[in-house]
């Protein structure tokens, strides 16, 4: 699980086992989480979860493994939202009254909970208005072949203040021989991805791209001082 209000690390995924960094919570949050009641953190996680997680003979364990990674992120590290990829396949994602109410579950109350395509959402509304979407925007290229490439969208801001919206996308960048990502691809997702953000904009998620990559499309010098880019 990725997380960082103003840096980036790598979107973890969970297979069988819990994310490292929710799991072992304490190499993660020996500084305070937030510097400030107006810092927004928010969670990237590519879950890899399927119908047979959901409904297969080791559904609890998936279960205890996702609660575990969830719990950790909004209870330990404060995330004030936490955006999911690879909630089953692309276009299809998970049964939604299953899923929603697993999630809903596991988080509690006051978080909008959304689940697109093969994306959720999930929000703390005690901290946070929704003053646009969660809603699927795309495609990312003009190749008819990779229509299905489309980020999940919404614009976040603070209760009772007058600052001015963030920008979210989450971002799931599939690479395989099923899906391959060729580099015109690469390349127009990034372009996408310019031309549509503004500049109070997080873009995150699994992205399938190094982060030299990143910073030389997006021509940032000094990636700790960015605010865009989580990967």
């Not at 990674?69 to 909630?87: K, N, P, V």
């Not at 690469?186 to 031309?195: A, I, S």
């Not at 873009?203 to 021509?219: C, R, T």
């Amino acid at each position: 699980m990725a997380s960082s209000s103003t840096g980036g690390m790598p979107a973890a995924s969970s297979v069988d086992k819990p994310a490292s960094s929710v799991d072992k919570p304490a190499r993660s949050v020996d500084k305070p989480a937030r510097d400030s009641p107006a810092d927004l953190l928010v969670c990237f996680y590519n879950i890899t979860w399927s119908e047979g997680k959901m409904f297969g003979p080791h559904h609890r364990r998936h279960e205890e493994v996702l609660s575990n990674d969830l719990q950790g992120a909004l209870r330990t590290l404060h995330a004030d939202a936490i955006f999911l990829s690879e909630c089953g396949e692309i276009d299809t994602g998970l049964a939604q009254r299953d899923w929603l109410g697993l999630l809903r579950r596991i988080c509690g109350d006051h978080f909008h909970i959304a689940h697109m395509s093969h994306y959720t959402s999930i929000v703390n509304t005690t901290r946070l208005n929704i003053d646009a979407g969660p809603e699927l925007k795309g495609p990312l290229t003009i190749l008819p072949q990779h229509a299905y490439r489309l980020c999940q969208y919404l614009q976040i801001s603070f209760k009772d203040s007058a600052a001015k919206p963030i920008e979210i996308f989450n971002l799931h960048c599939p690479a395989s021989k099923k899906r391959p990502f060729p580099a015109q691809v690469r390349t127009d997702v990034v372009n996408w991805l310019k031309r549509n953000s503004g500049d109070q904009a997080i873009i995150g998620g699994d992205l399938n791209m190094s982060d030299i990559s990143l910073n030389e499309f997006f021509g940032i010098s000094d990636p700790q001082s960015a605010y865009k880019l989580l990967f």
